[in-house]
């Protein structure tokens, strides 16, 4: 999961219990992007740095929590630790295409049966959109369209 500010992490954290919680950032904003990633349905662009984030704080709002883990780094090439692990839960909020495709690949082989995979811009990236039309394309998983600008998909 992506964690800009922490507030979407701090309400998991709310209800998670005693599961883990792996939040991922490079903190320094968004990697490079490429044309699937310039037209966008809300005439956002969106570019190489834009979103940094600070990781202090994040740390600072969600330090009383239990099982909280954060991965400074370009995912999944910074994902090391993670490999053996299998996800209820993956929340995307990547904004761009080759980002979004990658945690895709990286993730649905590790997703246990019924998990769910939301990401937050389907509806407003043109990039996330085609990230998630293409990987699931041939897939038995349906896209399911939320309010706003989410998607979800159910791992059969």
Known sequence: MECIKGGS???ICEYKKKRHLHLIDTFEGLPK???????NFINRRYEQ????????????????????YIHKGLFPLDS??????KFSLVH???DI???TFDCLNYFYPKMNKGGIIIT????????VRKAFDQFFKDKPEVIIELAVTQALVVIL
């Not at 090391?80 to 692990?85: A, D, I, Q, V």
């Not at 937050?120 to 990039?127: E, F, K, R, T």
């Open 33 to 39: 992007t490429d044309r699937s990633d310039k037209n």
């Open 9 to 11: 992490a701090r309400v």
């Open 120 to 127: 937050h811009d389907y509806q407003s990236a043109s990039g």
């Open 97 to 99: 295409f080759k980002s």
């Open 92 to 94: 995307l909020d990547l």
């Open 80 to 85: 090391f630790g993670l490999e053996k692990n």
């Open 49 to 68: 740095g834009q979103y940094p984030s600070d990781m202090k704080k994040v740390k600072r709002l969600l330090m009383k929590f239990d099982n909280v």
